[in-house]
């Protein structure tokens, strides 16, 4: 296992961004998913959406060049790159739902063998709601859940989630720590293999069934 | 010749117990601070707010839920504003959660004169509770209807007297679509000017949709 | 009867132009209701929507200031005054059908007692299409028939409209050169009549049933 | 670095005998003329062809319909062009009347991965024929269903290299809803300029959707 969770979290979000290619459109949640944008490939120009209503979302301002009215959708201010736009909530949401954006990037409660993943409620506990979650993994064209592979020592990808749903059968890819598995029409796939891990851990760590691809890599982080 | 102005007791007029409000912003960017402000001294209780977040505490929209004067939200996130879970919990305040792009679907039927649209987006999930699925295509939809208003607060970066809207950068979101679905619509103006000040293509909200202007007093 | 077609014309555009109040919405239809815009009152100002996408329209451009990028839903260069502005077609029907449009002009080819009215097809003969109408006559607060109270002899205003229909029960108030007509839940109420013509040669010209109203009033043009 | 501008070759081999192209304009006005001479220069035959009006007999998509290209349209208004009428009583051409309103919402939802959308236009006429009524309030609405292509031509006032369109005036009209709903999406120039020299509140078309951008030869 990788104990450290930021170099954890950092093998994730490398990982998921060598997954880009050239001026693709691509929309990245709150958290894990916004490192990914540290660790795009040089030359590689991704678009990024915020579903707030901007494209060509670029780093946050230097000091001093804070604009309150150029921000993110975790209300955290941003720049723009000069390709990029503003558009309102409507607009924003026809690029999601309309199957524009290329990838969608975000984390999960729980995410399972059939590509359902929960992401938004913890009845009883937790609920700050979907947000435009379940917009983004419907309309996006691959959704990639970035995920710790466990949570306090439990499993995070299952058989079947049990938290209210986010969305069913979407997920295309997910990425943790210690693997990438593709979701595919017969189940779950683990596809790369971080080199610090095993198999055998791996299985003793995912609580979902799984098939080992013939053509298993090592994970290039 | 617009005569589209009003004071703060003009506007104050406007706002009734139980009343149902619909508030600019995403997480306090784009959003009328002047006139919650207006609604907080108000006093007015019983609202039902829609909003795409309730925002934090001290800011925004989420101001009015911290001082009790919700009934219920109609909103999509409420994880920045720890007041409106609390009362959620407590059974004092009714939270209706929807997907952001179907909020903003459904205000925009509102104020477009559509009977609803129907989304993917929430079906095999608890959203689709109590709703109306349409099979197109062999693609299941639900059939989500539209939301209106009884007052839309919003926010303008630059507003003409004639009641054109310009937004800059992200502070549109939801204010023009909002500015469609209400009976009554109060811009702030951040800057107000003249008719013929503003590009006429950028303006994102045609001045008819406008009832009645507020001059911001925003730091 | 008023003979004289342009003198007919003219004066239903008076009339109509009297009907609307300051800042109000409006919508002219291509041709007799384009013509309502010069005869606006002096004070009254009328914001003008033009399907195509502005609002604020303003009249036709001096020679030599034509701009091809300023065109009305006819087709034609016109120009746009300080108070207007631009947008796209599902702006300008979301504007048109969501009720924010205060009055919507047309002309018909016949309308009749219960409000129908039907602009767009004679079948087999002539099918221009229906445009913008059929969304302008839901959406359009009130929507104002502007038409010649016959054609070669013909009565247009009728028990039933036989043609294909734009929509039904739409119409509130419809303006010939001989009187005005509110389309009211018992029917149809003759309100106005012009000073030029008599109730029985209104009758005579008339398919459709009507009452006069007790409060009937000489058309003031 | 976004390798979006074509020549002259490589849009006519975009072209295909019975694709399903979209034509942005209004009588005319913002209509991507350079790339309709090359659709006629093509031959392609057999063409659905949809847009707001078939415009004029020498003038915009009018000219698709004049040069026989199309077996189908799908608009709102043919009046302009006698060609239009002769051909459908003619039975060469098969014309599909959409209500203007119903067009654009049509292509919108295509273009925002909506299923449909439920109108009030049209209801106790013909064009409800065929189509699923659905009460909602007590208000009928027709199911309207979107309406994609397999390429979408539109004229764009000024471009950047990102892809980015700025409209002027009333040449927007169908322009941005049409370069959401189709495969592939080339927009015609009139201005090409480098990115960063278009103010990003003005840009109605987000550079991503369009796929490709051809320099515009009108004079």
């Given amino acids: 296992m990788i104990e450290d969770i930021e170099l954890a979290k950092n093998i994730i979000a490398k990982r998921i961004a060598r997954e880009f290619k050239n001026n693709q459109l691509v929309n990245l949640g709150i958290g894990l998913p916004t490192m990914v944008a540290n660790h795009i490939p040089q030359g590689v120009n991704v678009i990024l959406q915020s579903e707030n209503g901007m494209i060509g979302m670029g780093p946050a301002p230097e000091p001093g060049k804070e604009n309150p009215e150029v921000t993110n959708a975790g209300g955290a201010m941003v720049t723009i790159l000069p390709h990029g736009c503003y558009f309102d909530s409507a607009t924003s949401f026809a690029l999601i739902r309309g199957k524009h954006v ?72 997910i990425v943790t720590e210690l693997g990438v598995f593709r979701v595919t029409p017969g189940g779950l796939a683990l596809i790369e293999i971080n080199k610090d891990t095993t198999i055998d851990e791996i299985r003793a760590n995912t609580e979902a069934d799984f098939i080992v691809s013939d053509n298993l890599k090592t994970m290039e982080v | 010749m617009f005569d589209k102005i009003i004071n703060k ?190 590009m006429p293509e950028l303006v994102m909200t045609p001045g008819p949709l406008v009832t009645h202007i507020f001059k911001s007093e925003k730091r």
Same sequence: chains 1, 3.
């Avoid at chain 2, 001290?58 to 939200?73: I, T």
């Avoid at chain 2, 407590?90 to 952001?100: A, I, M, R």
Wanted: aromatic letters at 4%.
């Fill in chain 2, 9 to 198: 007791n003009d506007f104050t007029s406007l706002i009734k117990d139980g009343m149902v409000i619909m508030v600019g912003g995403f997480l306090g960017c784009g959003t009328p601070e002047t006139l919650i402000d207006l609604v907080l001294a108000s006093g007015a209780k019983n609202l039902t707010l829609i909003c795409n977040d309730t925002s934090f505490v001290d800011r925004g929209v989420g101001r009015l839920v911290a001082a009790k004067q919700a009934a219920k939200v109609i909103t999509s996130h409420i994880g920045t504003n720890p007041e409106t879970g609390k009362q959620m919990v407590e059974g004092t305040l009714n939270v209706e959660l929807v997907p952001q792009g179907t909020l903003a679907e459904r205000i925009r039927c509102a104020g477009a004169g559509l009977g609803g649209v129907l989304t993917p987006t929430g079906v095999g999930t608890v959203v689709e509770e109590g709703k109306q699925k349409i099979t197109v295509d062999g693609h299941e939809y639900l059939l989500e209807l539209p939301l209106r208003a009884d007052l839309a607060i919003i926010n303008g970066s630059s507003v003409d007297k004639a009641g054109n809207v310009v937004y800059n950068a992200t502070t549109r979101n939801f204010n023009p679509l909002m500015a469609m679905a209400a009976s009554v619509v109060v811009v702030e103006a951040e800057k107000l000017v003249e008719p013929g000040a503003l």
């Fill in chain 1, 102 to 173: 290329e990838y969608t990037v975000l984390g999960a409660l729980e995410v399972d063998q059939e590509g359902s993943l929960a992401s938004w409620i913890i009845p009883g506990k937790k609920v700050p709601g979907m947000g435009g979650a379940m917009d983004l993994v419907v309309g996006a064209k691959n959704v990639i859940v970035s995920t710790l592979h466990t949570e306090r020592g439990k499993p995070k990808i299952l058989k079947k989630c049990r938290l209210p749903l986010t969305a069913r059968h979407v997920v295309n890819m």
